[in-house]
């Protein structure tokens, strides 16, 4: 499935309704594609909480209930919504309630071994095995 990302910054706007004409759009586009092509799409909310907020002004919640509106049914026109957040805390259970996202899936901080191996992708060999040392001395 193709997947789309997409960030507040994408989508923000500083014009009043803007940033939820915007959001409306995006999911329109997608439920067109799928009407034309049966084609699914998964939609990926990067740093969700910055939609998602507990914290609300009148055009967060603006944006909030678009969202909402938004993703009622959004399956059943081809629209997998996908949310990833450092801090789910903050998000605003509304948005987040059993039924708009499920499953739920928390992935914790990565291990040691997976540190490593994350970091040899972007290290040479002689300075991971030194990287390891160091690690293992803290």
């Known amino acids: 499935l193709p997947l789309y990302q997409i960030k507040l910054s994408d989508v923000g706007s500083s ?8 959001i409306k759009k995006v999911f329109d586009q997608l439920r067109k594609k799928y009407r034309e092509t ?3 799409s998964i939609l ?4 969700c909480d910055s939609f998602f907020s507990k ?13 909402k509106e938004e993703m009622n049914n959004a ?5 997998y919504v996908v949310a990833a957040t450092n801090e789910k805390d903050n998000l605003n259970t509304a948005i987040v ?19 490593i191996a994350l970091i040899a992708k972007k290290q040479n060999a002689n300075e991971l095995i030194m990287l390891h040392v160091n690690l293992k001395k803290n």
């Not at 990926?44 to 740093?47: G, I, K, L, N």
């Not at 309630?97 to 540190?115: H, Q, T």
């Open 44 to 47: 990926f909310f990067d740093e």
């Open 15 to 22: 014009f009043v309704n803007e940033s939820e004409k915007n």
């Open 75 to 79: 399956g059943e026109d081809g629209i």
């Open 55 to 67: 914290s609300t002004n009148d055009e967060n919640r603006a944006v909030l209930n678009t969202l």
């Open 38 to 40: 049966g084609e699914a």
């Open 97 to 115: 309630r059993d039924g708009r996202f499920d499953p739920k899936i928390e992935v914790g901080y990565p291990d040691e071994e997976a540190r």
